[in-house]
């Protein structure tokens, strides 16, 4: 059978999706939005493997394997494309923190209160926040920090997005040890030696990860924890 070339021209369009074909403005919104994440994307690891002083456009367009044109179509200075990204990276980091830590909740086993099964809650929860900081994601954002430092207005941004963090991070933490809410200077604490003690371990082990010493201090991170909350441990042992 001879097709027209009408008829070759439809299925083509069918195909590549062209023309009035039923879904085309869908798939062309679809494919839109993709190119933008992988530009963000391709920041974020710009920022790991060049630092952001020396993030580009070009050199996001050459990671995210796009054209100039495609680029700025979509972001029309390095401006527009770093602060995106670097509010695209809270977000995920966020998204990581809350996934991370729903998966040690998950885990948990409310009416057992003994002493053991509470180490194994802690256990889980330093395993997810050490975890949480030797992500790319920390990384990105360790790299913003410091360039923050020298940079008004970058810290200025930065300041405004851990507000919005600060309110998400905490929540998570809490539900995981709600027999401990009678003590809030003792929960705090916790938290905040976690975060200040994974954070500096996370720098230090950045090149090198010494497993051994790494596994060594996470078990005594445990035990730490656990004896800031004795009080409420024996009592809710108790009941």
């Keep these: 059978m001879i097709t027209s070339s009408r008829t070759r021209q439809s299925a083509n369009q069918a195909v590549s999706g062209g023309g009035n074909q039923p879904g085309a ?3 062309q919104e679809t494919k839109s939005q993709l190119t933008r994440e992988a530009i963000l994307e391709a920041t974020i690891m710009c920022f790991i493997s060049q630092g952001y002083a020396n993030t580009t456009t070009p050199g996001i367009a050459a990671m995210a394997k796009i054209s100039r044109g495609a680029m700025t179509h979509h972001f029309k200075s390095r401006k527009d494309v770093i602060y995106s990204a670097i509010a695209y990276l809270y977000r995920k980091r966020i998204s ?3 996934s991370l830590m729903s998966e040690a909740i998950s885990k948990r086993k409310p009416s057992d209160t003994s002493i053991e099964a509470i180490r194994e809650d802690m256990n889980n929860v330093v395993r ?3 975890k949480y900081y ?3 994601c920390y990384y990105a954002h360790l790299e913003l920090i410091t360039a923050s430092r020298t940079d008004l ?3 200025q941004v930065l300041v405004s997005l851990n507000q919005d963090a600060e309110k998400v991070v905490p929540q998570f933490f809490r539900a995981m040890f709600p027999h401990w809410s009678t003590s ?3 929960i705090t604490l916790t938290f905040d030696l976690l975060i200040s003690t994974l954070r500096g ?3 230090s082990y950045m090149n090198i990860r010494k497993t051994s010493r790494i596994e060594n201090m996470l078990n005594h991170l445990v035990e730490i ?3 800031i909350n004795a009080v409420q441990l024996l009592s809710a042992n108790n009941r």
Aim: charged content about 25%; glycine content about 0%; hydrophobic content about 40%.
């Design 225 to 227: 924890c656990l004896d």
């Design 153 to 155: 207005e970058l810290a």
């Design 25 to 27: 403005e869908s798939w």
């Design 96 to 98: 990581e923190y809350q």
């Design 184 to 186: 809030e200077e003792n």
């Design 134 to 136: 030797t992500l790319p």
């Design 128 to 130: 997810a926040l050490w």
């Design 201 to 203: 371990m996370s720098v």
